[in-house]
């Protein structure tokens, strides 16, 4: 007598036919959920669309910073954004597009729930021969990560250039042809983590990080300038005698730094940076505009910021806290002239699309976040700054940047040491 044998693959691999079935499952829930509940990015509220290109380009005058072998030179990548014309049937490209999806996996979220607006290679605006210039310095999130703030200013008549600094987004950089870059530690300065070395060590180490930023944004001016002059679908249409520039954290200081050394840019807009470099100590006599989180760290006693983990030591959360609003302050002061307003409820990642995104519970972005509504943050942060560019590169009146406004009770004007004033019993809470 023979025994029969089944032919059956799920019985004779019932494990791997459980991971197939799951698998297949999590990508049809992924499939039904991205076309039921799609996370859409505020509207652009302005008069324009949007549109959306990319370019890559080497910098043959500099050597690559963080280069682990070889002479290369510096090869860098950016993100345009623009009042555009859109041609019937265009459709908006995708929030992350080719390699910039695999950074959702690393922050924690599914890229192909998100829609965005910019439309790719669109057509820019006619109303306007030539629109105003505003260069970006991300720090640690890809450029697109800001795209909700990008398309905001494009709408209202801006063209907005954000540089993505090879090597420094977490945790890849990806280039218009296909290359991918994983990101180099060295790229952030240490900023990532509690630092175990001496606050003197830990400004110098930042302060070279926010030289090679600020000679990327140099450099992205420049390419601008031949773009301009060239072919392309921005040929003769950037103003770049009205150029602007703003950063995030340490992008931030690579545009004060910038702006402190290159008589290009006209006013200058810092996001919740600390400005490690030579310009924290001089000053540029431009218009600056200075937003901030809250940052309890810098109120609250330093003993309760080192049980946060915010700092390593007292003495180092003192001397931190002491060059950092000092800083700030000396900024507002020799600014000509300077805006300075903390929002109430933000964190450091507020200032990025996170508080948009559907990011899972782990997300590090997520934990950056205050308590600040992410949509509300998106509309306060793109008031203040557009109101800050419309007046120091468009000549217009800014209400908003004179007080209190009942419309934005969250934005806290006054001068850096006072938003800033440490509680009694700074150091210790003993």
């Not at 693959?9 to 799951?22: K, N, Q, S, Y």
């Not at 790719?120 to 109303?127: F, K, L």
């Not at 949509?375 to 209400?399: E, K």
């Given at each position: ?43 652009p ?15 043959a ?18 993100w ?36 965005a ?30 795209s ?28 218009a ?52 002059a060239?072919?392309g ?9 009205r ?15 910038l ?30 505009l ?75 972005a ?42 934005h ?19 210790t809470?003993?």
């Open positions: 007598m023979t025994m029969k044998t089944s032919t059956r693959f799920h019985e004779r691999h019932p494990a791997m036919t459980a991971v197939l079935g799951a698998t297949a499952l999590t990508w049809l829930f992924r499939r039904v959920r991205t076309r039921l509940f799609p996370v859409i990015l505020p509207e509220t302005g008069p324009y669309d949007v549109g959306r290109i990319a370019f890559d380009w080497v910098d005058r500099r050597e690559e910073p963080y280069a682990r072998r070889g002479h290369r030179r510096r090869e860098l990548s950016a345009l954004w623009y009042p555009a014309e859109l041609r019937p049937g265009t459709k908006p490209g995708p929030y992350l597009p080719a390699g910039w999806r695999l950074t959702s996996l690393f922050w924690q979220f599914q890229a192909s729930r998100v829609r607006h910019a439309v790719p290679g669109a057509p820019v605006a006619r109303p306007r021969a030539r629109y105003p210039v505003l260069v970006f310095s991300p720090a640690g999130f890809p450029p697109l990560y800001y909700s703030l990008f398309e905001e200013l494009a709408s209202h008549g801006y063209i907005v250039a954000a540089v993505s600094h090879t090597y420094e987004a977490l945790p890849l950089s990806a280039f042809d296909g290359r991918l870059r994983l990101f180099r530690p060295a790229s952030v300065g240490g900023a990532l983590k509690v630092s175990r070395a001496s606050h003197e060590e830990d400004v110098r180490t930042r302060a070279d990080v926010a030289r090679v930023k600020a000679e990327d944004l140099r450099s992205l001016v420049d390419e601008l300038e031949r773009l301009d060239g072919s679908v921005l040929a003769g249409r950037m103003d770049l005698t150029l602007g520039a703003f950063g995030h954290s340490l992008g931030g200081n690579a545009a004060v730094e702006c402190a050394s290159d008589e290009r840019c006209r006013a200058v807009a810092n996001l919740d940076g600390g400005v490690w470099s030579e310009a924290g100590q001089q000053g540029v006599p431009k218009p600056v200075e937003l901030f989180a809250e940052h309890p760290e810098y109120v609250r006693p330093c003993d309760e910021s080192v049980k946060q983990k915010a700092f390593a030591s007292v003495e180092y959360c003192a001397e931190n806290r002491e060059l950092t609003v000092d800083t700030w302050q000396r900024l507002y002061a020799r600014a000509r002239p300077g805006y300075s307003v903390q929002i109430r409820g933000a964190g450091h990642a507020s200032f990025t699309d996170s508080g948009l995104l559907p990011l899972r519970r782990g997300s590090l997520r934990r950056a976040l205050g308590t600040i509504d992410g949509r509300r943050m998106w509309r306060v942060l793109s008031d203040y700054l557009r109101a800050f560019f419309d007046r120091h590169l468009q000549d217009a009146p800014a209400p908003l940047l004179e007080g209190a406004s009942p419309s009770p969250e934005g806290l004007l006054g001068p850096p040491e006072s938003l800033f004033s440490p509680a009694p019993g700074f150091l809470s003993h």
